[in-house]
């Protein structure tokens, strides 16, 4: 059983596109999160949701929009598509319980390139 | 700026070795701190966490010491196998928030 899945696992596109990443989570968790890993192979938070509310959104340009439906899913729609968006992008998750240290559990990662 | 520094060179070690990969962290104040591993082209696995009142953890061959006046935290893997070959990122969380290292890669040479 997969915990974390996100679709589709690559994606090449043209500049000026719009696209979309799509994750879920079976684990039960109240959290979610959305994750930028460039070239350097930083691994930047970009959003994070619990129980479908945003609650961090970190300093991100506004044609990237996350959508949480429920708890178990958090999509990524990026607009406009730009070179630099090309990355590995990571949907993760975490049980919350009052406590914010709890391990994030990642999905297997989505490879945007733009052309 | 927070600043989260790991050793940027890959870690050549000889299997059965001793692993110990450094984290160190400016201009920061985390209440805990994670390890996690990352393979090529997977999403990264949580290994160990460690709280800001705590000096040292264990897991299996999995060691880590957090010291907060230094602003370091160290991670051991003992008896190293071709296996344990990865990266490791260090984050450091508090906030609701993980702030991660770039990571160190390990390889360990059979």
């Known amino acids: 059983d997969t915990a974390v899945s996100q679709t589709p696992k690559y994606l090449v596109t043209q500049m000026g596109n719009d696209k979309s990443i799509k994750c879920e989570q079976n684990?039960?968790?109240?959290?979610m999160y959305w994750y930028k890993q460039d070239s350097k192979k930083f691994l930047k938070i970009m959003f994070s949701?619990?129980?479908?509310?945003?609650?961090i959104n970190e300093t991100v340009p506004n044609r990237f929009s996350p959508k949480s439906p429920d708890k178990a899913h958090l999509n990524l729609h990026i607009n406009s598509l730009e070179l630099g968006d090309s990355a590995v992008y990571f949907c993760?998750?975490?049980?919350?319980?009052?406590?914010?240290?709890?391990?994030?559990?990642f999905g297997p990662g989505t490879r945007l390139t733009v052309l | 700026s927070q600043k989260i520094e790991q050793n940027s060179e890959a870690l050549n070690i000889q299997e059965g070795k001793t692993a110990t990969l450094t984290c160190n962290y400016t201009?920061?104040?985390?209440?805990?701190l994670q390890w996690y591993r990352q393979d090529p082209g997977r999403g990264p696995v949580f290994l160990l966490l460690?709280?800001?009142?705590?000096k040292e953890k264990r897991k299996e061959r999995l060691k880590v010491t957090f010291d907060t006046t230094l602003k370091q935290s160290l991670f051991h893997i003992t008896a190293s196998q071709p296996a344990d070959s990865a990266t490791y990122l260090c984050?450091?969380?508090?906030?609701?928030?993980?702030?991660f290292g770039a990571g160190t890669i390990l390889r360990v040479k059979s």
């Open positions: 993760a998750s975490s049980q919350d319980t009052g406590v914010d240290y709890n391990e994030q559990f």
């Open positions: 684990l039960g968790h109240d959290t």
């Open positions: 460690i709280r800001e009142n705590e």
């Open positions: 949701y619990n129980n479908k509310e945003l609650i």
């Open positions: 201009n920061y104040s985390p209440a805990y």
């Open positions: 984050a450091l969380g508090g906030g609701n928030k993980l702030v």
